[in-house]
C-alpha cells in the first residue's frame, strides 16, 4: 500500500513534514500484510542486505550481516531531551530538546535521498487493551520494517484502530546514509554519527546513524521502556526491562513470576526454560519488557507489549534453550550477525558441534581452529512470539496476568547468592536499586565490568533514576502489603575458583523457582541472613541433579558483602537528594547487619 487509508490529520502532517525534510524517492504505508514482507524480503535479498536460507531447513528465513561498526546498542549516543536537565538523572546523557533538534534536523536533511520512506503504524500489547498504545514510526530501512512486523502488531489495523485522532508515539528512523545519484547502495547502510535521541515531553523519538535492532526498531527499548516509563511514573504503572512467565506446579498451582536482568543476562532463556523437574510447567508470556499495573484487586498485572523475540543467539542450543530452537525451527526468523553454513543454514557458539566450514558474520571464511567466534557475541534472532511453543494463552489477554514474584539477577562472578528472598517491598526495592552485574556486548563498550543497573533498567530510565526509584517505593504504597508482589535477588552466573559456573542454570534454574513459589505458599525454609532469606542447601530440590556446590552458590559471605558497601555508598550518592530517604535506611540497616 502506498496511499494512505486515514483521516488521521496529525499523522499525514507529520509524515509530509519528514518527507519534505529528508526528500525520500517514494513514500511507503506499511499495510502490515504477508504480501509486503514477502516483496520487502524479496527487495533486500536483491540489494544483498539479506540471504535466503535454505527453505527446507529454515523456512522463510534470512541471514543478515551488520556493518561491523553497528552490531549493539550504543549508549554513548543515547539521550533523554528533557527540557530540564535535571529530570535526566546523573544515569542519562542530556542534550536540550530544541538543540538536539536543530542538530539532527540538519542530519535528517536530505537523509533520505535514493530511499524510499517507511511509514509503520504499529500498537505496543494487544490492539483490544482499553487504552492501546500506539506509535508510528517512519524509517528508511526495509530491514527495519521487516523486523517491526516480527516485533510488534503493524500495518492497516493499527492505522484503522487509530482513527482520525488517537495520541501516538512520533518514532523516526534513518539509517543516515542517502544514496547519491549514480551510487550504489551498501548491504548494511548506516553513518558513522549516531544519535538515538528521546523526548520525554513531547513523547517523540529520534534516532539516526543505526540499523542495529536495539537502535532502530523504536517501539523496543526506546518506546515501551524509555519513553513508556516517563509515561508510567505519570500514569502511575511500570514499564520494565522483564520477563514475564506462568508457572504451574505438579499439584495444578499457577504463579506469575516477572524478572529483570540486565541485557544479555538470561531472560529470554528464563521465558522459555524447559524444566528440569518432573510434573512442573513453565509457559511463556514475555521474554523482554513488561508492562504492568495495579487491578481493582490490590494486584500488579503484566502484559508483554511485543509480539516477537530479539534473542541473543550464542548459546542458545538444544541443551539450553530447546524452545528457542524450536520456534526458530517454524521459520518466519531474520538472524543478524550469526554465521551461515554452506548449506543454508544457521549456526552460533553454543549450538553444538561446529560444522567443518561456516561463513562468519563478518563475511569470512571460517572453520572449527579458527581464533575469532563465528558469530558475533550479540547476534540475534528475530522471530514471532506465536511460534513459541510454550506461549502461553495469557499472553493475549490485554489485562495482562497478576504477578507473585518479581526476581532481580544479575551476572557476577561473586558475592550475590544464587537466590536470596527480600524482607518486604522496600527491602526489595533496595535490592533492585543496588542491582550490579558485568557489562555484557548488548551495548557497545568494555564487557565484563561490574556496574550498578537498577531493575536492569540503567540504560532505559527515561528520567531521573532516583525518581524511578521512588516511583517503585511510592507504588508499594498504593496496595496491601499482602497483594504486592514477593521480591527475589538471583544470580546463575557465579563462578567457582576455575571460573566454571557454579549452577547449571537453564533447565535446572526451576529449582530455584520451586523454592519460590514455596516461599510464595508460606513454606520453604530460609536463613536469615544480613543480606536477605536465602534458601540452606537442603532447601532446594536437587533430585536427578549431578553433583553440584550449592554450598558454594548459595554463600554469603559477609567479607564479600562489606567490599560492597563503599560502591552501594557512591552508587547512591550519585542521586543526590532524590534518593529516597528509606533506601539509605535499608543501607545502613544492612551495615548494621554487617558488623
Ligand atoms: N550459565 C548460564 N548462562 C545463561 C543462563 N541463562 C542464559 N544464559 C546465557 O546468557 C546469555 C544471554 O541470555 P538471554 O536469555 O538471551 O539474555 P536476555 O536477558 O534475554 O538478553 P537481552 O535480549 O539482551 O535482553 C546467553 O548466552 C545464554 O546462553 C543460565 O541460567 N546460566
Ligand atoms: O535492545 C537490544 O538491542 C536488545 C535487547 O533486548 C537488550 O539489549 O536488552
Ligand atoms: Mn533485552
Not at 539532527?104 to 503504524?121: C, D, E, K, Q
Not at 550504489?184 to 523526548?199: E, G, L, N, Q
Not at 522471530?383 to 490485554?398: F, K, N, R, S
Not at 514455596?518 to 532446594?540: F, K, M, N
Request: aromatic share 10%.
Amino acid at each position: 500500500m502506498s496511499a494512505p487509508a486515514t483521516g488521521h490529520r496529525d499523522l499525514l502532517t507529520w509524515v509530509q513534514q519528514v518527507a519534505d525534510l529528508t526528500m525520500p524517492d517514494r513514500i511507503v504505508w506499511c499495510d502490515g500484510s504477508d504480501d509486503e514482507y514477502r516483496r520487502l524480503t524479496d527487495e533486500l535479498v536483491e540489494t544483498g542486505t539479506l540471504v535466503r536460507l535454505d527453505p527446507g531447513r529454515r523456512p522463510a528465513s534470512f541471514w543478515a550481516r551488520t556493518d561491523p561498526s553497528d552490531v549493539a546498542r550504543v549508549e554513548e549516543r543515547t539521550f533523554i531531551c528533557s527540557p530540564d536537565e535535571a529530570d535526566a538523572g546523573p544515569t542519562n546523557n542530556w542534550v536540550a530538546p530544541d538543540e538536539m533538534k536543530r542538530t539532527m534536523t540538519a542530519l535528517y536533511r536530505g537523509a533520505m535521498r535514493g530511499r524510499a520512506m517507511y511509514v509503520i503504524p504499529f500498537c505496543m500489547g494487544p490492539l483490544d487493551a482499553e487504552d492501546p498504545k500506539f506509535g508510528v514510526e517512519i524509517t528508511d530501512s526495509a530491514y527495519v520494517v521487516a523486523s517491526m512486523r516480527i516485533m510488534t502488531r503493524m500495518g492497516t489495523a493499527v492505522l484503522e484502530a487509530m482513527g482520525t485522532d488517537a495520541e501516538y508515539v512520533r518514532a523516526l528512523h534513518s539509517v543516515g546514509a542517502p544514496i547519491e545519484p549514480g551510487d550504489a547502495d551498501v548491504p548494511w547502510p548506516c553513518s558513522r554519527t549516531k544519535y538515538i535521541s528521546h523526548f520525554p515531553q513531547t513523547r517523540e523519538i529520534w534516532s539516526y546513524g543505526s540499523g542495529y535492532g536495539g537502535n532502530s526498531l523504536l517501539g523496543k527499548k526506546c518506546y515501551a521502556l524509555r519513553i513508556a516509563s516517563v509515561l508510567a511514573r505519570d500514569e502511575g504503572w511500570l514499564a520494565e526491562h522483564m520477563l514475564i512467565i506462568k508457572v504451574t506446579s505438579p499439584d495444578g498451582r499457577v504463579r506469575h513470576i516477572a524478572g529483570a536482568f540486565p541485557s544479555a543476562c538470561g531472560k529470554t532463556n528464563l521465558a522459555m526454560l524447559d524444566p528440569a523437574l518432573p510434573g512442573w510447567k513453565v509457559e511463556t508470556i514475555g521474554d523482554d519488557i513488561a508492562w504492568m499495573r495495579f487491578g481493582p484487586d490490590g494486584r500488579l498485572y503484566a502484559v508483554n507489549p511485543e509480539s516477537g523475540l530479539f534473542g541473543v543467539a550464542p548459546g542458545t542450543g538444544w541443551t539450553t534453550n530447546a524452545n528457542a530452537m524450536r520456534t526458530l525451527a517454524r521459520g518466519n526468523a531474520i538472524f543478524t550477525n550469526v554465521a551461515r553454513t554452506d548449506d543454508g543454514d544457521v549456526w552460533w557458539e553454543g549450538m553444538g558441534d561446529p560444522p567443518a566450514h561456516l561463513t562468519s558474520w563478518t563475511g569470512a571464511s571460517w572453520t572449527p581452529g579458527s581464533d575469532e567466534p563465528s558469530s558475533h557475541p550479540n547476534s540475534r534472532f528475530c522471530v514471532p512470539i506465536g511460534q513459541c511453543p510454550t506461549l502461553a494463552p495469557e499472553y493475549h489477554d490485554p489485562r495482562g496476568v497478576p504477578i507473585d514474584a518479581i526476581l532481580f539477577g544479575g551476572r557476577r562472578k561473586t558475592t550475590v547468592p544464587l537466590v536470596a528472598e527480600a524482607r518486604d517491598w522496600n527491602h526489595g526495592v533496595y535490592l533492585g536499586a543496588t542491582l550490579s552485574s558485568e557489562t555484557t556486548a548488548a551495548a557497545a563498550g568494555e564487557v565484563g565490568v561490574v556496574r550498578r543497573d537498577p531493575m536492569a533498567m540503567l540504560p532505559f530510565i527515561g528520567y531521573h533514576a532516583g525518581d524511578y526509584v521512588s516511583h517503585w517505593i511510592s507504588l508499594g504504597k498504593s496496595a496491601p502489603a499482602a497483594a504486592l508482589p514477593k521480591i527475589f535477588y538471583v544470580n546463575w552466573f557465579r563462578r567457582d575458583e576455575d571460573g566454571g559456573f557454579l549452577w547449571p542454570g537453564f533447565g535446572e534454574n526451576i529449582r530455584v523457582l520451586k523454592w519460590i513459589t514455596e516461599r510464595l505458599d508460606g513454606r520453604g525454609a530460609a536463613v536469615d541472613t544480613p543480606i536477605g532469606l536465602v534458601p540452606p542447601p537442603s532447601a532446594i530440590d536437587v533430585s536427578g541433579l549431578p553433583a553440584t556446590d550449592l554450598e558454594a552458590a548459595l554463600r554469603v559471605d559477609p567479607e564479600e558483602w562489606r567490599a560492597e558497601l563503599p560502591l552501594i555508598t557512591e552508587w547512591f550518592e550519585r542521586f543526590g537528594t532524590k534518593l529516597p530517604a528509606v533506601l539509605w535506611a535499608e543501607l545502613d540497616a544492612l551495615k548494621a547487619r554487617l558488623g
